[in-house]
């Protein structure tokens, strides 16, 4: 072979090894891409990564479909405790026969990548046993999975080969009314939770790696709503609305910092979780209404002061999502509502009835709403009407979860079911 042509050759083989090391290249670049994506739409814990029902990263679709495909469906079990999102695993916590399980799933596949389960506790009485699986919804993080049975039972798991960590038994003979529903949180390397019974109760951490006692609040009993956290004055505060009681535990030593009442008339029950809009809580709850508690530093104390109420218009089971200054929520009434978060005045109210179940989400330019009919409602943030954009059965049996929505993926959980659905 000529001399020209061996060098025309060798160059041509050094330009395509060069070429297939910026294939790979750039194919490791949209891997990693499409991983930090999903990852940063997590929903690791109650009401998504900040515990304020927003979803990121979601593109509305300029024209909704009339249904959505199924791209697989798995038997998880019974239970109204949420299914999480972490790390490319979805994880679900369901009863199943005499067990309450754990369970982790593959989100591309939904099959199962580990099982925990556990005795569950027999659940009686009229209005409990038609609920008689978790209704605590998971926490991940820092490479755990915490769960809260609804007997009580406190289990910190490894996430991602389902390892037992640890098992706190010690409260099941010390329960509410209606058993648990309170969700923990994670902070800085504990589990944070309320446990006890209808009248007295402790806010404790428990240290994640041992399951040790961090430190212990004494309370009144624990509510249905779950933990929020808010910032002060730069100081991080647990807010819990407690059966009798809206107060502020500094997260570092369980120190009660205020404490606002919130008594229950009527036979009510403090059940949706509070919502945080700056250094003002909203709290909402059937026959109570809604009304915003602002929390101020005045010296060395934190002072707590109700700054407005509105007595006519509440929340049954389900916790409102802040959206630009309002409020978008399912009402007592079974109604779509908008409240103007920093007067309390009604926006509007919409005539259509729902159920008292459902969750409710914001996803940037759309409000999207899932209640016990299984439809999922899609409307417009819009303070001045309600504003439709489309309804989508999503299952065939009740839904009493919130959706996990990431990307064109949507998680729901119904009755006994988890489904993957891809929003074409």
Not at 136 to 159: H, M
């Amino acid at each position: 072979m000529p001399l020209e042509k061996v060098i025309f050759f060798k160059l041509k083989v050094i330009n395509m090894k060069k070429s297939n090391r910026l294939f790979f290249a750039m194919a490791g670049f949209l891997v990693l891409a499409m991983t930090t994506n999903v990852f940063s739409q997590d929903w690791p814990q109650w009401m998504g990564t900040n515990r304020d029902g927003k979803v990121t990263g979601f593109l509305a679709p300029k024209t909704w479909p009339a249904q959505l495909t199924t791209q697989w469906k798995v038997t998880v079990g019974l239970g109204d405790a949420s299914p999480v999102l972490a790390g490319g695993k979805l994880y679900s916590f369901a009863r199943l026969d005499s067990n309450e399980v754990i369970t982790c799933l593959d989100v591309t596949t939904g099959q199962k990548v580990w099982v925990n389960n556990f005795p569950a506790l027999a659940i009686t009485g009229p209005a409990s046993s038609q609920h008689p699986g978790p209704r605590s919804t998971p926490v991940v993080g820092e490479g755990k999975i915490v769960t809260l049975g609804v007997g009580g039972v406190l289990s910190c798991l490894n996430a991602a080969t389902g390892a037992l960590e640890w098992r706190n038994e010690g409260f099941i003979n010390d329960l509410p009314a209606f058993f648990t529903s309170l969700s923990p949180m994670i902070y800085k390397g504990n589990c944070i939770v309320h446990l006890g019974g209808k009248e007295k109760g402790e806010i404790i951490a428990f240290d994640l790696k041992t399951g040790k006692q961090k430190w212990l609040s004494a309370s009144d009993g624990p509510s249905y709503a779950s933990l929020a956290m808010m910032t002060v004055n730069g100081k991080k505060q647990i807010v819990d609305l407690t059966s009798k009681n809206l107060v502020g535990i500094d997260p570092e030593n369980g120190k009660l910092l205020w404490s606002f009442p919130v008594p229950c008339e009527n036979r009510f029950y403090n059940s949706a979780s509070p919502v945080i809009d700056g250094q003002t809580v909203i709290i909402t709850g059937q026959g109570q209404g809604t009304k915003a508690i602002k929390i101020q530093k005045q010296g060395d104390v934190f002072v707590a002061t109700e700054v407005w109420k509105n007595a006519e218009l509440g929340t049954k089971w389900n916790t409102p999502v802040l959206k630009d200054g309002f409020l978008y929520g399912l009402s007592d009434g079974r109604k779509l509502f908008c409240m103007n978060a920093a007067t309390g005045k009604t926006a509007w109210i919409d005539a259509k009835l729902h159920n008292d179940f459902g969750t409710i989400v914001d996803a940037g330019s759309v409000i999207i709403a899932l209640p016990q009919t299984s439809n999922l409602v899609v409307f417009k943030p819009d303070e001045k009407a309600y504003t439709e954009v489309t309804t989508i059965k999503v299952a065939d049996t009740p839904t009493y979860t919130y959706p996990i929505i990431a990307g064109n993926k949507l998680f729901v959980k119904d009755k006994e079911s988890l489904s993957l659905l891809i929003l074409q």
